[in-house]
């Protein structure tokens, strides 16, 4: 078909009414969606574990106390709504699930990131960054050391190495210790208690929680040793549901304006739990 003169100034008289059409609409567009709330039905659902993970948060009910409470109650706050919080979550892969099926908007809980989690949800800016850490039992790190520094041995680890089920380092380990037997046991209360009997060789975590557990059980240090792995680090930050970006954009403003751009680290942490302990 030939094109004239006349199909050209028809096409372009097309053009111009969709133009003006849609920039007729786009005003009303953008006043809907500056109107339109960041958080739906006046509240901010929040996803956190149901264990204690002090001082980040407490045990499901036992207070308002912590690192993440206070952000929570904070983010909820800046955005003129009321947090209501799900404490149902067994494991930390649990409240991710929560966020990326839409049963929560947020998930706060010491929550590390990981490649794996970032494929579901959105994750916020770190404001919290740690190191990996080991903590092993003395008796066994000897004779799998066979008077090698331990340093020397950690790479090619080839023993039992406890991880906490539903947690980041269940999944860093597989990379990190390739050759490992992982034991993926239900909390870090029964990884504790398998160091202490050797049952398990070494066990797996932030640095935090390991110089947590020295701070609470010095006679820890009789039995057990802790290595930090100073290449490698655990950033704590907070999870958004993925269709949600005026969200996940809100938390990261937050935490430049509101707090700073702060990023805690272990022993800025570790002087808060002493300060809690204390208290």
Request: glycine share 8%; aromatic share 6%; no cysteine.
């Amino acid at each position: 078909m030939p094109v004239t003169r006349r199909t050209l100034l028809a096409a372009g008289s097309a053009g111009l009414l969709i133009s003006q059409a849609q920039a007729a609409s786009t005003p009303g567009q953008q006043a809907e969606n500056a109107s339109k709330p960041i958080a739906s039905g006046n509240v901010l659902r929040i996803a956190m574990p149901a264990f204690a993970s002090n001082p980040f948060f407490p045990a499901d009910g036992s207070g308002d106390n912590g690192i993440d409470l206070e952000l929570a109650h904070g983010i909820a706050a800046a955005l003129g709504v009321e947090p209501v919080f799900d404490r149902s979550a067994a494991t930390f892969d649990d409240i991710v699930k929560q966020v990326s099926s839409g049963q929560a908007d947020m998930a706060i809980g010491k929550l590390s990131r990981t490649l794996q989690r970032g494929r579901s949800i959105v994750y916020s800016r770190p404001y919290a960054m740690l190191r990996q850490g080991l903590i092993a039992n003395r008796l066994n790190l000897a004779r799998i050391a066979q008077g090698k520094p331990p340093e020397q041995i950690i790479r090619d680890f080839s023993g039992d190495l406890g991880v906490i089920e539903g947690s980041s380092f269940a999944t860093y380990a597989t990379t990190t210790f390739p050759h490992a037997q992982i034991r993926r046991l239900a909390s870090w209360d029964l990884i504790i208690d398998a160091i202490r009997n050797g049952t398990i060789d070494m066990a797996y975590r932030d640095d935090f929680e390991i110089k947590k557990l020295m701070v609470d059980d010095p006679s820890m240090t009789v039995v057990a040793r802790s290595i930090t792995l100073t290449d490698k680090v655990d950033t704590i930050a907070i999870g958004v549901r993925p269709d949600d970006p005026h969200l996940a954009a809100f938390v990261d403003l937050y935490l430049d304006l509101a707090r700073g751009q702060q990023v805690l680290n272990t022993d800025e942490i570790i002087a808060r739990y002493r300060q809690g302990s204390k208290a």
